[in-house]
């Protein structure tokens, strides 16, 4: 990045920052006039915001319409090599998409959020609208499930505390009794399914990612239609706990 005196940026809110950049996002681009109003600040305020990252080249401007740029990736791919067992786990996501021709994703755990940081689409993989990225509700997603049901009693309480129960699908969990049920089912059985609980027709199951039986990494999972996943396709049970056991063993002893 280069080197400028801080006194030249007029900037005094990171937090307002932020909320220009996530409004971008959620606009798909946008002006200074629709951001400042959208936001409630004056349109300087907006204005000096958009200075700031167009200069560092986190956004860019096309006539009057600013959207994010691709400097964001730099960062994001810094995050994602610096997460333990990335590469190994990536490529047993990709062994998955191959044998079952679905949707093969990897979540971890974000402040209380799922976020998909590994995605990969068999040949006969449901097109969904989930990028990498993408934050997701713990309770809406089988890989969230899995990674609630490794978390103690009282961590998923304050995750439920910060971030509620809301629905997604008439098939969502949304209260207390019944999440924690669904969890002890988890514990016992190993491995989460998911029927439509996030996106209407699409079921899926997963299994937890770990380091020595009692580190949880995240979370490896399968999705498709209900006519071909369901909570007895066991072929796609063992070959997830298979795969999610070979990674236990590399990333536990492979550096021994």
């Known amino acids: 990045m280069t080197k400028n005196n801080k006194q030249d940026l007029p900037i005094k809110s990171p937090a307002t920052m932020l909320e220009v950049l996530q409004e971008l996002q959620d606009r798909k681009g946008a002006g200074i006039t629709e951001l400042a109003e959208s936001l409630d600040i004056s349109k300087s305020t907006v204005h000096n915001h958009l200075t700031v990252l167009r200069k560092y080249e986190y956004v860019k401007k096309d006539g009057d319409t600013y959207e994010l740029g691709l400097r964001f990736l730099d960062h994001a791919g810094h995050a994602l090599e610096r997460r333990e067992g990335y590469d190994e786990i990536k490529q047993k996501v990709s062994a ?144 997830l706990q298979g795969l999610a056991s070979e990674l236990e063993l590399n990333l536990s002893y492979g550096s021994e």
């Open 96 to 239: 998955a998409a191959a044998q079952t021709g679905e949707l093969c994703q990897y979540l971890v755990e974000d402040h209380g959020r799922g976020i998909f940081i590994i995605r990969e689409a068999g040949q006969q993989a449901v097109e969904t609208r989930t990028r990498l990225g993408t934050r997701a509700y713990l309770h809406h997603v089988t890989s969230g499930k899995t990674v609630l049901a490794h978390m103690s009693d009282a961590t998923v309480e304050e995750i439920i505390n910060r971030h509620g129960l809301p629905p997604k699908t008439h098939q969502t969990i949304t209260t207390r009794e019944d999440l924690f049920e669904e969890l002890d089912h988890i514990r016992e059985q190993g491995y989460a399914y998911d029927k439509a609980e996030h996106v209407r027709g699409l079921h899926a199951i997963a299994v937890p990612v770990r380091i020595n039986r009692d580190q949880l990494l995240g979370s490896m999972s399968v999705a498709g239609p209900s006519h071909r996943i369901n909570d007895k396709s066991e072929d796609i049970i063992q070959l």
